[in-house]
């Protein structure tokens, strides 16, 4: 059984996709795996009542389909008051963690941040095993509490991915009406979320008009995901895309990723995703937090180094080269 700490599930992006790839797995295995949406129990998603974040995990209706599953995982701690009836139920659960969103950086207010503590505390203790998908924060977590925490590397869906990994960067243009001669500079989130919108108003605001001025307007910064800052509104060197489906077509449409991002916990799924499809990568050490990726570039510096790297004639040969995957992570 899966017990899902989201109440919509798509398989398009983050927290989604993991619980899409671990069902999809499990089926594959010859298991029966049920998604429960702990929001609602199993009321009619479109109810105008919504039980409230904090107290997920509480319709009765999800017990009784606990009580007849054989294992459940959680997926985030929110609903953290559900794992004290599995406990007595005496069902093992196991605690999935992107990240731990109770630290600072993951940048909650400090309300949610309080109740959201409470219920890694709840969880982390009554679950058998918690799962991290950051090393970074499998430090932390096996600090306080033991052995029963591990780590396992975070999954993207290459299956997905393979669709669009030979396909033609002039072709998805085509198909997405993008300019074809332009140099196009891809960031991709959900940019109501804090750490998110933070780099997208550091492209807007710092990145994308100094980079505009010395190429001559050669370069196309493009903002895909929902809830762009109003401040991209009317410039003509950025384009968002609001939601789109998949980010995939997107991000082969670009020559370059870059991930500005000084906040957030967890393992930034973005920049594996520029990965997956071989592109020119340029993130903050932030944004591969908790990954295998290692700096290559010491001297890389800010946003000032990134401006100079994306108006440089490096860039364009080493996009022109077919040396596949560059990352430059600056600090």
Same mark, same amino acid.
């Given at each position: ?63 009784s389909s606990v009580s007849k599953c054989d294992y459940v995982i959680m997926e985030t701690a929110w609903p953290w008051l559900a794992t004290i009836p599995i406990h007595l139920m005496g069902k093992d659960f196991i605690l999935h963690l992107h990240s731990i969103e109770s630290l600072p950086e ?7 941040? &309080?109740? *959201? ?5 709840? @969880? %982390? ?8 998908? +950051? #090393? ?45 001669n332009k140099l196009i500079i891809a960031f991709v989130g959900g940019m109501a979320y804090g750490a998110n919108r933070e780099a997208a108003k550091i492209i807007i605001t710092q990145i994308a008009p100094k980079v505009h001025e010395l190429t001559n307007g050669r370069v196309l910064f493009l ?32 020559? &370059?990723? *870059? ?5 957030? @916990? %967890? ?8 990965? +997956? #499809? ?54």
């Amino acid at each position: 059984m899966f017990y899902n700490g989201l109440y919509n599930l798509s398989k398009t992006r983050g927290l989604h996709e993991q619980v899409y790839l671990l069902s999809r797995e499990f089926r594959r295995r010859g298991y029966d795996v049920y998604i429960l949406y702990y929001r609602h129990g199993l009321i009619n998603k479109n109810q105008a009542l919504r039980i409230p974040l904090y107290f997920s995990g509480i319709h009765p209706n999800l017990y009784s389909s606990v009580s007849k599953c054989d294992y459940v995982i959680m997926e985030t701690a929110w609903p953290w008051l559900a794992t004290i009836p599995i406990h007595l139920m005496g069902k093992d659960f196991i605690l999935h963690l992107h990240s731990i969103e109770s630290l600072p950086e993951f940048g909650l207010p400090l309300h949610k941040r &309080v109740m *959201i503590k409470l219920a890694e505390e709840v @969880a %982390g203790r009554l679950a058998r095993t918690i799962v991290t998908v +950051s #090393l970074t924060e499998y430090s932390i977590l096996k600090t306080h509490f033991g052995n029963k925490v591990i780590y396992i590397p975070l999954a993207i869906d290459l299956e997905e991915r393979k669709k669009y990994m030979n396909a033609n960067k002039e072709d998805m243009r085509k198909l997405l009406s993008l300019p074809t001669n332009k140099l196009i500079i891809a960031f991709v989130g959900g940019m109501a979320y804090g750490a998110n919108r933070e780099a997208a108003k550091i492209i807007i605001t710092q990145i994308a008009p100094k980079v505009h001025e010395l190429t001559n307007g050669r370069v196309l910064f493009l903002l895909v995901g929902p809830d762009p800052p109003p401040e991209s509104a009317g410039l003509n060197y950025i384009k968002v895309t609001g939601y789109v489906k998949s980010i995939a077509p997107y991000i082969v449409a670009s020559d &370059v990723c *870059i991930a500005p991002v000084y906040h957030g @916990a %967890g393992v930034k799924i973005k920049v594996l995703d520029y990965m +997956s #499809l071989k592109k020119v990568v340029i993130a903050t050490k932030k944004a591969v937090e908790g990954t295998l990726l290692k700096e290559i570039r010491d001297e890389l510096r800010d946003r000032e180094i990134t401006i100079l790297f994306l108006t440089s004639k490096n860039l364009v040969s080493s996009i022109g080269s077919k040396r596949g995957l560059k990352s430059l992570i600056s600090s």
